[in-house]
């Protein structure tokens, strides 16, 4: 009975299914026996392909076990102001302060080997904040949001700037991590009355455009909206002083086109003048 059991430990040892080669160990091997240079890089390819596989597969670990230690983030901030525009709203929410949201998850997501970082980026008047979290084997997410610049209150360029940054950057990192699938209040500074283009301007707007031929598509591309109605209030002036710097474009041209017709029929005419003069030599 002994012997048999020993022989049946063996049996067992033996049938176990043998672990796959990795890549890089496939390559080794090529290596020690002469491989071709095409070979070796198609393995090469295979240990990238690898690499960036297994990276993918820990930063998933890593991101749902800190998701899973991610607390309820509070909103212990409150803003609430009156709009200085005639007929607008006020304005009046919550929201989760960005340096309490990051005290909050640094440390967790650390834990589990993550990073965040941001980049930004501001073009005609829209600001885009990029939000990426980053594992130690290398792999990476990114979210990106872009918004006007918030032009609200008193700020100055530069404080209007960092305020729609601060905002930006709250966000991305809440949807990076996949923490505001809730309504968030602090959204309805978006549509609130009174926020993006009035009625009677867009109107006007539109009048102006298609006087002068202007796409309305073409146009809210340029102004980095996906329609006029969606334009921000504060964007107003810009929309209109864009369509004046279009007409005076366009007049300049159709003067300067006058002045070389002109110039041209004045010397068709002087030409013409002294052909018959010379023409008449008796005369």
Request: include cysteine.
């Amino acid at each position: 009975m002994p012997t048999g059991k020993a022989v049946s430990k063996t049996v067992r040892k033996d049938l176990q299914p043998q672990q796959a080669p990795t890549p890089m160990e496939m390559l080794d091997r090529a290596i020690t026996s002469g491989a071709d240079i095409e070979t070796l890089t198609k393995l090469m390819d295979l240990q990238e392909r690898w690499e960036a596989n297994a990276s993918k597969k820990a930063f998933d670990v890593a991101l749902s076990a800190a998701k899973s230690e991610l607390p309820i983030l509070i909103k212990s901030k409150r803003v609430g102001f009156e709009s200085k525009r005639a007929g607008g709203a006020s304005t009046n929410y919550a929201y989760a302060d960005l340096a309490e949201v990051t005290r909050t998850v640094n440390p967790i997501l650390t834990k589990y080997g993550l990073s965040i970082r941001y980049e930004t980026g501001v073009d005609s008047g829209m600001v885009t904040v990029t939000c990426i979290i980053t594992h130690v084997e290398g792999y990476s997410v990114r979210n990106s949001l872009p918004a006007p610049v918030d032009n609200s209150g008193n700020k100055n360029p530069i404080q209007a700037v960092g305020s729609t940054v601060t905002y930006l950057q709250r966000y991305t990192l809440l949807a990076a991590l996949g923490l505001a699938s809730d309504v968030d209040d602090d959204g309805r500074r978006a549509t609130d009355a009174g926020d993006t283009i009035s009625e009677k301007d867009l109107k006007k707007l539109q009048a102006e455009l298609m006087r002068l031929s202007v796409d309305e598509t073409v146009f809210a591309n340029y102004l980095s909206v996906e329609k006029l109605e969606a334009l921000p209030a504060e964007m107003t002036k810009r929309a209109f002083d864009a369509i004046k710097a279009k007409e005076r474009k366009a007049q300049k041209t159709e003067s300067s086109k006058q002045e070389k017709d002109d110039g041209a029929k004045d010397g068709g005419v002087a030409a013409g003048e002294s052909g018959s003069s010379n023409g008449k030599p008796g005369s």
